[in-house]
């Protein structure tokens, strides 16, 4: 087998553009195909987050790729949620107790355009554009395009495929077509849409909001944000529900019925948002959807990668997060891997997916639960004191205790499973000893620290026992 051996990359977004910069590093020869135009050339945001979370382990796939101080300077620092309610009044919610954990708000195209670029300095990697893959011959290795410009079919051969063409991934519909394994699908659908809006910039030039921060108007049944961006704009998203409630995207059909829907539930916002009914009717309104499936790969020839194999909805920011680690997660494959034998790409794939699919399968749940508590419980009295008591935590023993949030967010070398597991135990302990009156908000902290973790380690141990028990 040889060395350089040709790899055909279809979707060059985010993970796609980040792929190709890997192994091109890495000395492959590398065709990278996008069915949409070169945003760096033509604007085609329309209808996609126009821009995203970007925390720490997405910096890690960046430090891999050493692009880090690149990416660095494309970022807005948040340092917490702003909770904004029906009054208008503000509450600043941190991320972390402590001060050098945060995430931050990146443009998609500019980061994307940056990760091309990088990609496109390497000779072996080449990128093409208005080629839209229509199928793939995973047995055989090829795929079938469109060329959106000559309107002509054309088949590109490869030693080995990857897919990171998004939730709407041709191989994996190709996977599910082809009946030629055991291929399990799954695509469950959130009842809420959502849609984007825009803060424009102050006259001056600056943000006419707090800057260092996204912005959250949670309602219970629905919910509206706003990230910053570089030129003083914000990137606002309502999430609201298809067809139920009083309001929803279904009856939202008229200038009157918008402009009294964000008078009564988020009347701060519509004085920054001049351009509301504008931006309501011009722009998409999007589906949420959670994506699963397995296997990822077809032997040795074929892999689905980021929203291919796992698309998840965003309410935990780590939708890219995950797909980046994607790439460092499978870079360490490939390097105790043995590309070039002949058990080759097949061990490569299997060990790959083996480590991460257990990850990105909870990452996906946590997404949906963190969609309830954005929307709703970050209003809730006792969600507040948690959050308090482990900021607390968090800000005097840095070293002993991380949140849920914190595990998730901010330790790129623990697992999404294991901060789930984890994060979850330590929120019904700490949720049900202050239900119980077993913590004192107000006692000696070390005590209290000393008490949650005694509860999570036995929480963790009960839930072990009965994982064991029902196997």
């Not at 001060?99 to 994307?112: K, M, T, V």
């Amino acid at each position: 087998m040889k060395k350089q051996q040709n790899i055909l990359i279809i979707g060059a977004g985010l993970c796609g553009s980040l792929l190709a910069l890997r192994l091109g590093q890495r000395g492959f020869n590398i065709n990278l195909y996008e069915m949409r135009p070169d945003l760096r050339k033509v604007d085609i945001s329309a209808g996609r987050s126009i821009n995203l979370a970007l925390s720490d382990r997405g910096l890690k796939a960046m430090r891999l790729a050493g692009v880090e101080e690149q990416v660095k300077e494309l970022c807005i620092p948040m340092n917490g949620r702003l909770l904004h309610d029906l009054e208008g009044n503000t509450v600043l919610a941190p991320y972390s107790g402590r001060e050098h954990e945060f995430i931050n708000s990146i443009s998609r195209g500019d980061l994307n355009a940056l990760l091309l670029n990088e990609a496109e300095k390497h000779q072996n990697v080449n990128i093409h554009f208005n080629k839209k893959c229509k199928s793939v011959d995973f047995e055989n290795t090829t795929a079938l395009f469109e060329d959106y410009e000559t309107k002509e079919n054309f088949v590109e051969d490869a030693d080995i495929i990857f897919a990171t063409d998004g939730a709407g991934s041709a191989l994996r519909k190709s996977y599910f077509l082809g009946k030629k394994f055991l291929f399990s699908f799954s695509q469950d659908w959130l009842t809420h849409g959502y849609k984007e809006l825009s803060i424009l910039p102050a006259k001056n030039g600056g943000y006419q909001t707090y800057k260092n921060a996204l912005h959250i108007w949670g309602r219970d049944s629905f919910m509206l944000i706003a990230l910053p961006n570089l030129d003083g704009s914000f990137t606002v998203t309502l999430f609201l529900s298809f067809d139920d409630g009083d309001y929803n995207f279904g009856n939202l059909n008229t200038p009157e019925k918008v402009l009294e829907f964000f008078e009564k539930y988020f009347k701060d916002a519509l004085e920054l948002l001049p351009n509301l009914v504008d931006d309501f009717f011009t722009n998409p309104t999007s589906p949420l959807g959670t994506v699963k499936c397995s296997p990822w790969h077809y032997k040795g020839n074929t892999l689905l990668m980021g929203d291919a194999a796992h698309a998840i909805v965003p309410f935990y920011g780590q939708g890219m997060n995950a797909s980046f680690e994607d790439v460092v997660v499978f870079d360490k494959a490939l390097e105790e891997g043995e590309p070039n034998s002949e058990a080759g790409w097949e061990a490569i794939f299997k060990a790959y997916e083996k480590n991460r699919k257990m990850d990105t399968d909870a990452i996906a749940d946590l997404a949906i639960d963190n969609f309830h508590e954005m929307k709703g419980h970050v209003n809730n009295a006792i969600f507040r004191e948690k959050r308090n008591l482990e900021m607390a935590f968090e800000k005097n023993f840095p070293d002993d205790y991380s949140s849920k949030y914190s595990l998730v967010t901010f330790n790129e070398d623990i697992g999404y499973r294991e901060a789930m597991l984890r994060g979850r135990a330590q929120d019904k302990a700490i949720l049900n000893m202050l239900a119980d009156r077993e913590l004192n908000i107000d006692a000696d902290l070390k005590t209290n620290l000393e008490k949650v973790n005694r509860a999570t380690e036995e929480i963790l141990e009960d839930d072990h026992v009965a994982k064991n028990f029902k196997h």
